[in-house]
């Protein structure tokens, strides 16, 4: 066994045909391309970059051999602790029912039956899933419980396998409150809230007709605050309303869906510093229209993609699947889809220390077997992702 003074041994992942660093300052363009690049790892840590002939030695290497390498994928919303199936909603919806936001009582019948050993099994299969393709930093949150006791244990559960975990008490209005929507959210923002924030960083609430409206979004937020937590909201998914200009004048660091939006709420993205959340996969589920990408970017606004990974509305967890759907439908280019979901869901979690690759970073990195980040999106569906390392350790 190792004592505490051995060494950590150095890797050097070398002859990388293009590095994405997002790092303007190591390469050229928005993504700090760099090609012929070489990556030291020391311990969990990136701790030199540079084209390959200039190397330090290192103890181990890895020879890329000419393909591309960028960070790991930030996703930075899921809703991974769950338990039931909802085939036959989506069979149903996609022989011809709309979306809405009832079906999620299904999924919390079943969590609530489900053992803590059931649901961490689950949690585990989904981040292993995630992993597998890419992603090494990832958000997920409660909402399937609903109760004081249900709600406390998922974020327990998910606690103890990653730092971002969200409070969804808020999202959508329990079975047995049905004709009390107020006592349900005076239960979110006090017993349930004082349960439940030991064991997470961020609130949310899905601020959406069918949900909570916008005076009970304010007051669940506002509690989550006042019990330290930091916000993020689910926002303007089935149509427009208050949710986005709310996570912005609370500081939210994420809206989320962003689908429908008006000017003023572009303005106030751009204005503000809430990250635009994107989430295609929900839209590929429902076939609800596509969030405007093109419209948010060249207003300025900072967006991030993710996978929104549920058993609803976007039972993907694939971030590549997300990036081609953003740029074949959403109006992104391939190099914009890239930053956004690593730079981007980092600056959605509030981050700096994942979603780039540079010294002082976080050692995750992900290797294609492709030379260049756009085959991400030139060849969709395509299991790409070669090997993984997430802290310094190669998992895949």
């Not at 840590?45 to 020879?63: C, F, L, Y």
């Not at 007709?209 to 909201?233: C, T, Y």
Request: hydrophobic share 40%; aromatic share 6%; net charge negative.
């Amino acid at each position: 066994m190792k004592d505490d003074h051995t060494p950590m041994t150095t890797t050097a992942i070398t002859h990388i045909g293009s590095l994405v660093t997002n790092d303007t300052s190591l390469g050229t363009g928005p993504l700090g391309l760099l090609q012929d690049a070489a990556v030291v790892i020391d311990g969990d840590r990136v701790v030199w970059v540079g084209e390959t002939s200039k190397a330090p030695a290192t103890d181990n290497a890895v020879d890329a051999g000419g393909r591309a390498v960028l960070p790991g994928f930030v996703d930075s919303h899921s809703h991974l602790v769950f338990a039931g199936d909802r085939t036959a909603e989506f069979n149903a919806r996609m022989s011809g029912r709309s979306y809405s936001a009832g079906g999620i009582r299904t999924t919390v019948a079943a969590t609530r039956a489900a053992s803590d050993a059931e649901l961490e099994a689950g949690l585990r299969r989904y981040l292993d899933e995630a992993l597998r393709q890419g992603t090494t930093t990832l958000e997920t949150k409660s909402g399937y419980g609903l109760s004081t006791h249900d709600e406390a244990r998922a974020l327990r559960i998910a606690a103890a396998h990653t730092d971002e975990v969200t409070y969804l008490g808020a999202h959508v209005v329990a079975p047995e409150y049905a004709d009390d929507p107020d006592g349900y959210v005076a239960l979110v923002t006090g017993e349930m809230l004082d349960a439940c924030a030991p064991h997470a960083r961020w609130v949310d609430v899905f601020c959406e007709k069918g949900a909570f409206d916008g005076d009970q979004s304010r007051a669940v937020l506002e509690a989550g605050l006042a019990k330290g937590l930091q916000a993020r909201v689910h926002a303007n998914q089935l149509g427009h309303g208050p949710g986005v200009r709310l996570a912005v004048e609370l500081g939210a660091a994420s809206a989320d869906h962003c689908t429908h939006l008006t000017d003023a709420d572009v303005d106030a993205l751009a204005q503000g510093s809430t990250v635009a959340t994107l989430l295609p996969g929900a839209e590929f589920s429902t076939r609800a229209p596509w969030p405007d990408a093109r419209r948010l970017l060249d207003a300025g606004v900072t967006v991030a993609l993710s996978t929104d990974c549920n058993p609803g509305s976007s039972f993907t967890s694939s971030v590549p699947f997300c990036i081609a759907l953003a740029v074949r439908d959403m109006g992104m280019t391939p190099d914009e889809a890239v930053w956004s979901a690593t730079a981007g869901g980092a600056a959605a979690l509030r981050r700096t220390d994942v979603g780039r690759i540079a010294p002082g970073a976080r050692a995750d990195l992900v290797l294609l077997d492709a030379p260049s980040h756009v085959h991400l999106a030139y060849r969709p569906g395509v299991p790409l992702v070669s090997a993984v390392w997430k802290g310094g350790v190669r998992e895949v």
